[in-house]
């Protein structure tokens, strides 16, 4: 039976997030059966993935989403919460998450780890690879 691996996308940068979506699934091995959730930012992460662990009883997952830096301090308090909070669920929950939350300070930042064998969704998927096949 394959394991059940859990994408969860936040919209927010979806030219740059659904290239980090194609490097999780054109990389992860085929003994992962794979369903991809889309939700409208980085924040809303943690709420899905904490609901599919509880009611769907799913334990591997990967979060994709991008941060990038503006001119207020919200960078930093998105940042840091989705990181502990991806942490916690981690710790509580008794789940793995791949992250491939990007938090850079640009869009070419960004746009520089979607492409190529630079593509953090190739990491996100060899992290899964290597851990658990």
């Given at each position: 039976?394959?394991?059940?691996?859990?994408?969860?996308?936040?919209?927010?940068?979806?030219?740059?997030?659904?290239?980090?979506?194609?490097?999780?699934?054109?990389?992860?091995?085929?003994?992962?059966?794979?369903?991809?959730?889309?939700?409208?930012?980085?924040?809303?992460?943690?709420?899905?993935i904490n609901?599919?662990?509880?009611?769907?009883?799913?334990?591997?997952?990967?979060?994709?989403?991008?941060?990038?830096?503006?001119?207020?301090?919200?960078?930093?308090?998105?940042?840091?919460?989705?990181?502990?909070?991806?942490?916690?669920?981690?710790?509580?929950?008794?789940?793995?998450?791949?992250?491939?939350?990007?938090?850079?300070?640009n869009m070419?930042?960004?746009?520089?780890?979607?492409?190529?064998?630079?593509?953090?969704?190739?990491?996100?998927?060899?992290?899964?690879?290597?851990?658990?096949?």
């Amino acid at each position: 039976m394959k394991s059940k691996v859990a994408i969860v996308a936040a919209n927010y940068y979806e030219n740059i997030t659904s290239d980090l979506v194609d490097g999780v699934k054109n990389n992860l091995n085929n003994s992962f059966n794979t369903s991809t959730y889309f939700v409208d930012g980085a924040w809303e992460i943690i709420y899905k993935i904490n609901e599919l662990s509880v009611n769907e009883s799913i334990d591997k997952f990967v979060a994709i989403g991008v941060i990038i830096k503006g001119d207020t301090d919200h960078y930093e308090y998105i940042s840091k919460g989705v990181v502990d909070g991806l942490i916690n669920l981690t710790i509580k929950n008794n789940i793995y998450i791949a992250n491939c939350v990007l938090n850079v300070l640009n869009m070419d930042q960004a746009i520089a780890r979607t492409k190529g064998a630079k593509n953090k969704g190739i990491e996100a998927a060899s992290a899964l690879n290597n851990l658990f096949v």
